[in-house]
């Protein structure tokens, strides 16, 4: 039985926390979010994928390292730590999304790219963020319709779109789509409305086609790894002030009253991992109860990150009502996280309908 | 990750499997015949290497290797074929592993032996009225008269009170040394006219715990573990020996499948309460933590199966499975409606309905407070496991 991290999994996760953390540090990222800023940061980016992390879960054959999705959870989790900007979630998904296709074609044309970074991929799920909600139409190998909030759509080049009953189909950016950059509250993760007009695309799954709920599962899993880094953080950032904030003459650490309340933000913290870990270990062995798993880990780890930013602002008193002090940031991507693909209420929701009850 | 206990352990499960079938077949044995047909078939199953494995052969037990996968494959199997574990208590679970790690070899002798047949039942003797959290403030005095000691004052909160007939206890016997130096860890027989023992009922309306009155009780000047003053520390020896399993999440696990079970015997609105959306909404909110806890659980015993430090996780159990319990409790008494309005028959007592939640509603209570209070549970959390620094009251510099 293993059910810890092994010290390749260690390495692995503070080789992408140290590479984020050097590409995009504390200056570079409070310019990120001032108001105006991109929705990429290539710096970061090519970091990212100098570590290899566009192909850790994409075959061999492709040019990945063929690692499975508990890796690219692990590896997630430190993107959360570090607020990585950009589509990168998106983009590792959508690589996912053409590895378990079948097109070989599309295969040979796209995964290389993706697993090099080269080529930058997003979604545009649309609807309410369930395969059973999506949309955009695709008739004749054209698109029509909107998807609300696509995370770095500027930058992409290929848009895996959601479309209606359920399917996934990949179109270039170009001809036939309109983006419109939204003013979003997550600076870090910047979106736009995208409007497909007969934009060419090619079918990558049909309507309810199985891997269809397997992707949005994985997609599930990994939200909840950038909640649960973004949660620590949250944490780690409240309990180093704690140490070195002195108020009446001591650091405000000692104070039982706070003590206890980062203790409680603790408890919310470091129990969810082995929860994200069985998510991922289900996905990838493909246990009977994956799909609940996924829901139940997203719904609970979305809430939790919630809370703890928000107990991690009052943790601080004033400066963590401040824009500039760190701490918006996660505060602001805790709540893009428990709306991203759908709210935890829905996803609890899911899960007792899968249990049966 | 692998949840997987490897083809070794399956080859060791198989052997228990085809032991518990040929030797635990009490089905027709009742009473003394009973009693005697499990005591002999514990001391099978030690000779087998299945029971009291952190016990020494020469004192009653089977001296195994540390290996915590066999120890949670024989707990599994005799859990699942309903044959008896070790007589557990606080004898086993605590004043063997003390009297191995800081006894002399002839209290080992004395004491041990009769502990594992269940002869000796131990009471734990360390709260006092007033102690609380800061149990090292213990009164009870000992003093060495001749070449017994004798001892007056009083303990409380003792679990398995009834049936003790012997008492580990903290004991003031250096008035003068400072707080903590001051106290041994002393033994005592509890068949004695200066000991009087009382139940204590509790808010649950039952009375598992009692308090213990001195009166000049006495015990023999070589029944003290370790040295004069320094029972505060023997009293932190702790079970090492295949420590981690994963009982708690199932204890956790049972308790949230009966949850599930009461929603769907309930009604709401003329429908089965599980129907109801927000019904749904508040069990799955629960199991989320109920499953942090249970892959919590899994992450502490393959660690320990890795011989590696628990860490920050280790400290949060505890915590974690009181206030998971009491969301359970909760929400049980929000489902049996006006059942809560009446007051449960005792356990094990025929006609038990909803009402027999009660018993957990209001029990969960103890685990807030027992073995160290959720207010103690948050300050080891903050300065063991997140480097908070010390209350200046409780030894912080």
């Given amino acids: ?89 998106p983009h590792l998904l959508t690589g996912l999304a053409l590895s378990l296709s079948d097109d070989a074609a599309l295969k040979g044309r796209w995964l290389g790219a993706l697993a090099s970074g080269e080529t930058v991929a997003t979604l545009a799920l649309g609807g309410g963020w369930l395969p059973e909600s999506w949309d955009v139409t695709l008739t004749g190998g054209a698109l029509t319709g909107r998807v609300g909030h696509v995370v770095g759509a500027s930058a992409a080049r290929l848009l895996l779109v959601g479309t209606a009953g359920g399917g996934l189909a990949l179109a270039e950016s170009g001809e036939g789509m309109a983006i419109a950059p939204l003013d979003s509250s997550d600076r870090t993760r910047r979106a736009a409305a995208v409007t497909f007009d007969g934009a060419k695309a090619t079918q990558v799954f049909a309507p309810g086609h199985p891997r269809v709920a397997r992707l949005f599962d994985a997609a599930l899993i990994l939200s909840a790894a950038e909640a649960l880094g973004g949660a620590q953080r949250s944490l780690d950032i409240s309990v180093d002030y704690a ?37 991922g270990y289900a996905w990838d062995s493909d246990q009977p109860d994956a799909r609940r798993a996924a829901a139940l880990a997203k719904a609970h780890i979305a809430d939790r990150f919630v809370s703890v930013a928000r107990a991690a602002v009052a943790a601080h008193g004033g400066i963590g009502y401040t824009w500039e002090y760190p701490l918006s940031i996660w505060l602001r991507r805790s ?19 899968l249990a049966a009850w | 990750m692998d949840l997987s206990y490897g083809k070794e352990a399956e080859a060791f499960r198989a052997n228990v499997r085809d032991f518990l079938a040929q030797r635990w077949r009490p089905a027709s044995l009742r009473g003394s015949e009973l009693k005697s047909y499990i005591r002999d078939f514990r001391r099978d199953a030690t000779d087998e290497g299945y029971l009291y494995r952190g016990v020494p052969r020469r004192f009653g037990g089977s001296e195994q290797p540390v290996d915590v996968v066999c120890a949670q494959v024989i707990r599994e199997e005799f859990g699942r074929a309903r044959a008896p574990m070790e007589i557990y208590g606080n004898g086993m679970s605590m004043l063997v592993p003390t009297l191995l790690d800081r006894g002399t070899e002839e209290q080992r002798e004395r004491f041990i032996r009769p502990t594992i047949a269940g002869d000796y039942v131990w009471g734990q003797g360390y709260s006092e009225p007033g102690t609380g959290s800061d149990l090292a403030s213990v009164h009870t005095r000992g003093e060495l008269v001749g070449d017994e000691w004798v001892i007056n004052g009083q303990k409380i909160w003792t679990s398995d009170g009834a049936r003790a007939t012997h008492m580990f206890a903290l004991i003031r016997t250096e008035p003068d040394a400072g707080k903590h130096d001051g106290i041994s860890y002393l033994l005592l027989d509890l068949d004695q006219p200066g000991v009087t023992r009382r139940p204590i009922r509790q808010i649950t309306g039952g009375a598992d715990f009692y308090e213990f009155f001195f009166e000049d009780a006495r015990a023999p000047a070589d029944w003290i573990v370790g040295a004069r003053g320094e029972g505060w520390a023997v009293s932190r020896t702790t079970l090492k020996h295949e420590r981690a399993s994963i009982g708690s999440a199932e204890t956790l696990g049972r308790q949230f499948r009966k949850l599930v079970e009461l929603a769907r015997e309930v009604e709401r609105n003329g429908r089965p309460a599980i129907e109801d959306p927000q019904v749904r909404q508040a069990l799955t909110r629960i199991e989320g933590w109920v499953l942090s806890h249970r892959y919590s659980s899994y992450r502490l015993f393959s660690l320990a199966a890795a011989d590696e430090e628990p860490g920050l996780i280790g400290l949060m159990m505890k915590l974690l499975l009181t206030e998971t319990g009491h969301d359970i409790a909760l929400a049980a008494q929000e489902l049996i409606g006006d059942h809560a309005l009446v007051e449960p028959a005792g356990a094990g007592t025929q006609d038990r309905g909803p009402e027999k939640w009660l018993d957990l509603i209001m029990g969960t209570l103890g685990n807030s407070i027992a073995g160290g209070t959720t207010n103690i549970q948050r300050n080891i959390i903050g300065e063991r496991g997140l480097g908070l620094p010390r209350d200046l009251a409780m030894g912080g510099q």
Avoid: C
């Fill in chain 1, 1 to 89: 039985m293993q059910f810890h991290l092994s010290e390749e999994q260690a390495a692995i996760q503070e080789a992408v926390r140290g590479t984020l953390e050097d590409s995009f540090g504390a200056e570079r990222r409070q310019r990120h979010v001032d108001d105006g800023g991109p929705d990429f940061d290539a710096e970061s980016w090519n970091g990212m994928m100098a570590l290899g992390l566009g192909g850790l879960i994409l075959p061999e054959a492709a040019g990945g390292s063929g690692l499975g999705l508990l890796d690219l959870a692990l590896s997630v989790e430190m993107l959360g730590y570090g607020a990585a900007p950009g589509p990168l979630v």
């Fill in chain 1, 243 to 279: 140490r070195e904030r002195e108020q009446f003459g001591q650091p405000i650490g000692r104070f039982q009253a706070l003590k206890h309340q980062l203790a409680t933000m603790a408890l919310e913290v470091e129990p969810a991992r082995a929860l994200l870990w069985y998510a």
């Fill in chain 1, 335 to 353: 709540l893009a996280d428990r709306a991203t693909y759908g709210a935890p209420s829905v996803h609890r929701a899911r899960a007792a309908d």
